[in-house]
């Protein structure tokens, strides 16, 4: 009898660590830090005070970027658009790809260093990271799903309500927690060690040529694309069309005459692995991207006052010096990090 008793009890203990080695707290491939403030970069945006990044926020939050689920048809997830190998831009798209293949009239933007950003989208129409995962949810050319119903569905989930519950102490999901959760995730997506950055930490040197391009970059370009993040979030008009019909940009928000055209600055971080490039995805290439701002230049009423002296000039060889710059900025860490891929 006693004997048996010393088996029950092994027998309970073994079970009950074995369930919870099921479920570990802590993922292996997470060696450091979700969420850090990179050497050089400015204060964050202050959003994710409330909700600082936690393992199982961003496990939970990572699980629901990548699962469709989130649209009508369960065929389109976040992660669909957005794709780590491309900076979680959705690559060689000029506009996105919704549910059933429906286009879209904006290039899908890469996702990383979006603490620093206290506006989104590229007018600007969402203004905090907690809400903003609602505008692809319910945008009828993207996923359109209802958020109700994507509540319920992750309610009817094996698996969701214990991940609820890791991540915010209840199991009860609701529309805030679960864009808290993605918000977390969106936050760790940090972009801070291409060769550029390891220039700056005295790590590494730039050749001659990579130098020549940064002088250049500094001189043309480093005014409205911002060094360290490679943007100033500011809208600005950068001489692409006379008139804004189509898409007024900022204007679409501020409702101002004088936001016409305006988009917002995208950063060049990872820029060449991020085409199509503009808010339509109109360019195809780097090298035309540079050759706009060499010949390409159209004056409007809102042109950037920057820019208003006309197209740039740069001979090319000081193109090719820039070109061999831009693409310092690509982050391979960044764009392998396991701890950000759908598996
Ligand atoms: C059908 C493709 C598509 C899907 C699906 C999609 N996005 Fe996007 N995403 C876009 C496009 C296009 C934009 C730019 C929209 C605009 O500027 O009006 C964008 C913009 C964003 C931005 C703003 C980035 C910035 O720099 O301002 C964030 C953040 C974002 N998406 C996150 C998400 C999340 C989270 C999901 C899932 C809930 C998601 N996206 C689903 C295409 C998509
Ligand atoms: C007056 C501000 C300004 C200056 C100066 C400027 N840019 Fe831009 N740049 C922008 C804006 C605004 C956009 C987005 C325009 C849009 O999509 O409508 C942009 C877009 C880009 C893009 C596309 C990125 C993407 O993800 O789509 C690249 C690449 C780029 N600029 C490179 C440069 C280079 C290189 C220089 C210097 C030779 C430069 N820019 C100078 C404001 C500027």
Known sequence: MKVNLKIYLVLIIVIVWSIQACVPDVDPIITKPLFYQPDGFPATSGQL????????????????????????????????????????????????????????NRNAPPLFNLAWHSNFFWDGGSNHIEVQPIGPITNPVEMNEDVARVIAKLKRSKFYPEMFKRAFGSDTITTQAMTRAMAQFMSSLISANSKYDQ?????????????????????????????????????????????????????????????????????LRNVAVTFPYMHDGRINSLSKVIDHYRNGIVQSTTIDPILAGGNMSITDAEKQQLLLFLNTLTDPTFLNDERFSEK
Not at 66 to 95: E, M, T
Not at 207 to 229: A, I, W
Not at 232 to 241: S, T
Not at 247 to 266: C, E, H, N, W, Y
């Open 199 to 267: 220039v700056k930490a005295g790590t590494a040197t730039f050749t001659v040529d990579e130098q020549n391009g940064y002088m250049l970059f500094k001189s043309k370009c480093e005014s409205c694309h911002r060094e360290p993040l490679m943007t100033d979030l500011d809208y600005r008009n950068n001489g692409l069309d006379l008139h804004f019909t189509s898409d007024p940009g900022r204007a679409r928000i501020t409702l101002q005459p004088s936001d016409s055209g305006k988009f917002k600055v995208p950063s």
């Open 49 to 104: 005070n409330n909700n600082p990044v936690t393992y199982n926020g961003f496990r939970l939050g990572k699980k629901l970027f990548y699962d469709p689920i989130l649209s009508l048809d369960s065929s389109v997830s976040c992660g669909s658009c957005h794709q780590q190998f491309a900076a979680f831009a959705h690559l060689d798209h000029k506009v996105s790809h919704g549910i059933n293949d429906l286009e879209g």
